[in-house]
Nanobody, 120 residues
Framework: VQLQASGGGLVQTGGSLRLSCAVSGGTFSSYGMGWFRQAPGKEREFVAKIGWSGDTRYYADSVKGRFIISRDNTKNSVYLQMNSLKPEDTAVYFC??????????????WGKGTQVTVSS
């Protein structure tokens, strides 16, 4: 299973970005998908998760109300719409796929990250 994230970049505070993650191999529609991020000098942290059907979604408190995770099973892709961006959202963002319950902390497959930088 391969995951390729894209859509990162430089944006001003208050701006928006949409990240995409294309998945190849495996059975995309059976995976729970997630976005995680890692800021310089910090551990990787959970951002959002979405169930295989798209009906169940979880968000970190820090992004709730600003970020929206979605998926398109016909395109084997997951997205992260990021609005009202803040400098503290600056990080490398990773997408991940998992076969475990969404409430599980682990994910099975990881992609390379995409850099998001929010300028103040």
């Amino acid at each position: 299973v391969q995951l390729q994230a894209s859509g990162g970049g430089l944006v001003q505070t208050g701006g928006s970005l949409r990240l995409s993650c294309a998945v190849s191999g495996g059975t995309f529609s059976s995976y729970g998908m997630g976005w995680f991020r890692q800021a310089p000098g910090k551990e990787r942290e959970f951002v959002a998760k979405i169930g295989w059907s798209g009906d169940t979604r979880y968000y970190a408190d820090s992004v709730k109300g600003r970020f929206i995770i979605s998926r398109d099973n016909t395109k084997n892709s997951v997205y992260l719409q990021m609005n009202s961006l803040k400098p503290e959202d600056t990080a490398v963002y990773f997408c991940a796929a998992g076969t475990r319950p969404l409430t599980s902390r682990g994910m099975d497959y990881w992609g390379k990250g995409t850099q998001v930088t929010v300028s103040s």
